[in-house]
């Protein structure tokens, strides 16, 4: 066997949402410290933490695989979807990917489950090679449910159906975390392998880091349920066993198929994405004819300052006198948006700013550092005149500081969904997307939640969680708290309850928790 002896290809992060408990940062570090060439992070449903995945595991030396963990319709049992994994080779197969994604939160969600189904799959083939590596799912996929279920028959020809929908680049998948059948299930995959001539992969289907987490990770997957951790009767689909294992645990759970260990290692070689970061894509701005984007920009500056300095001076002789400085600086200011490559995105803000005023939607004056451009207030994205005020372009824009500016722009809310179709409409919803945000647990809104989970009573977690100081704007941990409630160290020193639930607050400390638009 080579120096490595496996890679992970199954992560579910906290990105995750209802199920995982993994920080990016710590995942990646714990790759590197047992020498694992390669990561993947396979979140449920979902791409949101790829991008900073991506950054820390380069930043690390780990070479970073970007994939999914994907819910396959059952036509013929609505509600028991299968699962397949699905492992991005190029950049080809990132863009299928996201469509795919996008397709099933837009036109195939049931009972809040983001479904692809097969025929999407298929007609990737038919237009070529999607640029996709999939994974049977183990007993999650419909492969391994068949076998768990003694259909023999239907496994294999599930197993065919993708093998051919991804030629050369389907595997079926085997795992040894203590599951219920995992002996037979491995037996039965192998040898329907054999049958097939497919290749078998062996992953680990990693929830958190630590078996100490266990509980923690536990106590999340209730919430998302709305269970309590003690009920009997609850779902339990995971176990301690699901923690981050090392590459020598991995060959010790496989010492008997090292093949399978191996095609870890085949199938990370294959997943070469590169994504380009920092470098902003904007649709193209439409122009007259003969007229460069930057002479663009240049001419509606000037005709829209010289609208605004009719405004602010209608004595002819003293706007004369000002005009001097605001021409001096509208140049110093358009020289920079050029420089800088960002004409389209100044003239596309006005552009739909000006479509929300015609159209009767109203739109804020503007704040944050764009109040300081002379040519946002010329373009009439801003109504606050920054020589007026002494405000810098240089806390917005800066040639030093190279990032894409960012004006804070509020529209009345019940105009805002107009606006984002008048955009759509005019780039194409391709080149539109919105851009979501992720909570993250506080001490407060934890307490209640673990109170919940554990069953401890409203009276309970609602004295602890008032001892818990409210401070808007910064984020106040359990340890904070005690430093300032002498009381809350006293109660979790001499409290059973108190004791667990500050145990799992801590381990839910900035985990994200939920996002929203």
Known sequence: MTAHQFIHLRLHTEFSIVDGLVRIDDAVKSAAADSQPALAITDLSNLFGLIKFYRAARGAGVKPIAGCDVWITNDEQRDKPS????LVKNHNGYLRLCELLSKA???NQHRGRAEIRIEWLQALTRDGNPGLIALSGAQQGDVGSAIDNGNLAAAERHASRWAEIFPGHFYLEVQRFGQHGMENHVRQTVALAAKLKLPVVATHPVQFLSREEFVAHEARTCISEGEILANPRRSKPFNEQQNFKTQAEM??????????????????RRCNLQLELGKPKLPDFPT??????DEFLVMEANAGLEERLKQLYPDEQKREEQRPRYEERLRFETDTIIKMGFPGYFLIVADFIRWAKKNGVPVGPGRGSGAGSLVAYSLLITDLDPLAYNLLFERFLNPERVSMPDFDIDFCQEGRDRVIQYVKGRYGADAVSQIATFGTMAAKAAVRDVGRVLDLGYNFCDGISKLIPFKPGKHVTIADAKKEEPILAEREEKEGRCVTSASLIRQWRNLTWNHCR
């Open 105 to 107: 939160w837009l036109e």
């Open 83 to 86: 699962r397949l994994l699905l």
């Open 288 to 293: 007259p004819p003969g007229v460069t984007i």
């Open 251 to 268: 060959a010790a759970l496989f010492a008997d198929l090292p093949g399978a260990l191996q095609n870890s290692i085949e199938i990370a």
